[in-house]
């Protein structure tokens, strides 16, 4: 059987998988392959060494073609504003921007039905990067469950928005949809 292979011609794709994955990676290896702009949503904040050492390494990745557009909560307002002619918009990532949100104290449903709109609306090929943070042990504390149950929410929601959706272990794409 021959498993099928991450398409670079999606309008919206949604990468999952753990940390240090290989999400981001291949995000910016699809993108690349679009014609045009591109343009780097980071939901990232530098609050620490290790954060600025993680953004850097990001950076470092990626040619003159990005432009960059730091957005810790405003990825919808973002991807609104973008014109037409641009060639793929990466958002890295889902999972740093629901913490933004609920860090914050927005309104976690609304937000994300911004964002689907934001996301149906666009004119231009979207890939979005997200944790599946699942797949561990049931967390000790409530905030911690919360989260994870509100980023599960959001990944399917997403998920059932994206024309491509693909999960990545040990830098391994599993295509899903």
Not at 35 to 45: K, N
Not at 95 to 113: I, K, P
Not at 144 to 164: E, T
């Amino acid at each position: 059987m021959t498993q099928a292979q991450p398409r670079a011609d999606a309008r919206i794709t949604l990468i999952l998988g753990g940390a240090r994955s290989g999400k981001s990676r291949l995000a910016e290896q699809l993108a690349q392959k679009r014609d045009g702009r591109l343009v780097y949503i980071a939901t990232a904040e530098a609050w620490d060494d290790e954060m600025r050492t993680r953004i850097a390494e990001h950076k470092a990745r990626r040619n003159d073609r990005w432009h960059n557009i730091e957005a810790p909560v405003a990825v919808a307002e973002v991807l609104q504003a973008l014109p037409p002619e641009t060639g793929a918009v990466l958002v890295d990532c889902l999972t740093l921007w629901l913490s933004n949100l609920m860090h914050a104290g927005r309104d976690l449903a609304a937000e994300t039905a911004g964002l689907l709109t934001a996301l149906n609306a666009a004119r231009f090929p979207v890939l979005l990067v997200s944790n599946e943070v699942g797949l561990g042990i049931v967390p000790d504390n409530k905030l911690a469950r919360d989260f994870r149950d509100a980023q599960g929410r959001l990944n399917q929601a997403v998920a059932a928005a994206a024309d491509h959706a693909i999960f990545m272990a040990a830098g391994l794409p599993l295509v899903l949809k």
